[in-house]
C-alpha cells in the first residue's frame, strides 16, 4: 500500500471549519442565555414598577372590592419566580392597562379573571402558549393595544409616559433601550 499524506491545506481548512463552528455555538449559547436573563431581568422590574403604581391605586381606595381579589392572585402570579417572562409582561399589561384609567370596568376585570385561570395552575407558558391565548382573547388584546396608545401620550403632570409593556413583550431590544436610557 501506498502512505498518502492529507495536504497541509486541508488539515488547515479543517480545523479552521471546526473553530469556526465552535466559535459560533458558544457565540450562540452565550447570546442566547444573554438574551434570556436580560428579558427575565427587564420583565422583573416592570412587575416591580406595576406592583407600586397597584399599590398606591389601592391605598387610594379606586379599587372595588369585587375586582380586587383578581388583581391581587395575578400579581401574585407575575411576582412567582417559576413564572415565564411572557407571562409576567401579559400580566403587568393587563393590570397597567386596567388601572391606567383610575377605574376599572368590568370588562376590563373579565379579562384579568380569564388571565388569572389561563396562568393560574401553569404561570410557566411561554411565548407559543401565551401568543396562541391572546389570539383566543381579544378583549385582552385590546387592553394592550390601549396600554400601547396610552404609553405614547405624555402624563398630565408632564412627565414622559410610563414604558410601553405591549411593545417590550413583542420586542426585548426596546427594553434594552429602555434600560440604556435610565
Not at 438574551?35 to 406595576?50: D, M, R
Request: proline fraction near 4%.
Amino acid at each position: 500500500m501506498s502512505d498518502k499524506k492529507v495536504p497541509t491545506w486541508a488539515w488547515v481548512g479543517g480545523i479552521g471549519c471546526l473553530v469556526l463552528i465552535i466559535v459560533v455555538a458558544i457565540a450562540g449559547t452565550g447570546g442566547y442565555y444573554w438574551l434570556k436573563n436580560t428579558f427575565t431581568e427587564a420583565s422583573g422590574q416592570l412587575v416591580e414598577l406595576v406592583d407600586e403604581d397597584y399599590q398606591k391605586f389601592l391605598m387610594e381606595a379606586k379599587v372595588p372590592e369585587e375586582y380586587a381579589n383578581d388583581l391581587d392572585k395575578l400579581l401574585e402570579i407575575a411576582k412567582r419566580p417559576e413564572t415565564s417572562s411572557m407571562a409576567k409582561m401579559l400580566s403587568v399589561g393587563v393590570i397597567s392597562s386596567s388601572i391606567q384609567d383610575n377605574a376599572i370596568s368590568e370588562d376590563e376585570s373579565a379579562a384579568v379573571k380569564k388571565l388569572v385561570n389561563f396562568l393560574g395552575p401553569d404561570s410557566a407558558r411561554g411565548f407559543k402558549a401565551m401568543g396562541t391565548f391572546m389570539e383566543e382573547n381579544p378583549e385582552i388584546q385590546r387592553l394592550m393595544e390601549q396600554l400601547s396608545e396610552n404609553a405614547e401620550r405624555p402624563r398630565g403632570d408632564g412627565a414622559a409616559s410610563k414604558p410601553d409593556v405591549s411593545e417590550e413583550a413583542e420586542d426585548v431590544g426596546a427594553g434594552m433601550e429602555m434600560e440604556e436610557s435610565e
